[in-house]
């Protein structure tokens, strides 16, 4: 079965109508994404992955709930999720969006905000594993911060760094040491938040009516800080955004270390992912936290 007769079997399965038109949208850099003009008058988006990618889509699906459910930041409502026989087909709602790229930042940093102060959970982790871009990222559930940026974020990323001969013995002895001294950068019982997990610009949506909406998220629950390192790694948030968001919040203590924290986590997936050119920017994330 073909990709385009695997998408109509699964959007008349799922929506019970039949698709007019199919367009390609940006973002699709892993997998095939496309919007659905529907028979019906409707619109959907569909995000189509080979069958050995399935886990990628199905655990973006789980993330997307559970955001959604929330009921805080705007995100593409789950439409449905269907293996076959050659690939898998996520569908989601099409959210419109603006075209010249503006958006109520400071609502959207309100919301984030509500977003990290809600509970959900008592400790860090999540209901599955899930990836962030390309990579398993693991999410075995700990009651230590500390330990699970140990066991579950750094850790990984520097054995694969290490592995793959993208680092060198002092560099990768630095970042041990990091690990080792984690305790003195982070706390061990941050407020368990609900992450959207991958919040770089790109996945962040302004839309036509104004708001903003996030995509793509590799979930779990842990420190509020570490969505908001992502946020400031490569830039494109308007400061108001923050503003807002850190109005809301009441600890601040150690903040510079844990966005550094977060940074180096996902600048050390970049090396994974990318190559040899995010190396200068992890050596001078280390040098901040050594």
Not at 104 to 129: I, Q, T, V
Not at 192 to 218: M, Q
Request: glycine fraction near 12%; charge should be negative; aromatic fraction near 6%.
């Amino acid at each position: 079965m073909n990709a385009e007769v695997a998408i109509e079997a699964v959007v008349r399965d799922r929506l019970g109508v039949g698709i007019r038109s199919s367009d390609p949208l940006p973002g699709g850099s892993i997998h095939d994404v496309r919007r659905l003009s529907l028979a019906d008058g409707g619109t959907c988006v569909v995000k189509v992955a080979d069958i050995v990618d399935a886990s990628m889509l199905h655990g973006e699906a789980t993330g997307l709930d559970a955001l959604k459910a929330t009921a805080t930041v705007r995100t593409p409502a789950v439409l449905g999720i269907s293996d076959t026989e050659s690939c898998t087909v996520l569908i989601t709602e099409y959210l419109s969006p603006c075209a010249s790229g503006s958006a109520d930042w400071d609502a959207f940093g309100s919301r984030l905000g509500e977003l990290h102060s809600r509970g959900g959970a008592d400790r860090y982790g999540f209901s599955e594993d899930n990836h962030l871009g390309r990579t398993p990222q693991s999410n075995g559930w700990s009651d230590d911060w500390v330990e699970f940026l140990a066991l579950h974020r750094l850790g990984p990323q520097l054995r694969l760094a290490r592995d793959g001969a993208r680092l060198g013995p002092s560099q990768a002895a630095a970042i041990d040491s990091i690990i080792d001294r984690l305790d003195r950068l982070v706390p061990r019982h941050p407020h368990p938040s609900l992450l959207h997990g991958d919040l770089w610009s790109g996945n962040a949506l302004p839309l036509s009516d104004g708001g903003v909406a996030v995509l793509d998220p590799a979930c779990s629950y842990g420190d509020a800080w570490f969505d908001i390192g992502m946020m400031r790694l490569f830039g494109g948030f308007p400061e108001e955004c923050f503003a807002a968001w850190a109005a809301g919040r009441d600890d601040h203590a150690q903040s510079a270390e844990r966005i550094a924290v977060a940074k180096l986590y996902h600048l050390l997936n970049h090396l994974n992912l990318f190559g040899g050119g995010y190396r200068p920017q992890v050596e001078e994330m280390v040098r901040t936290l050594v």
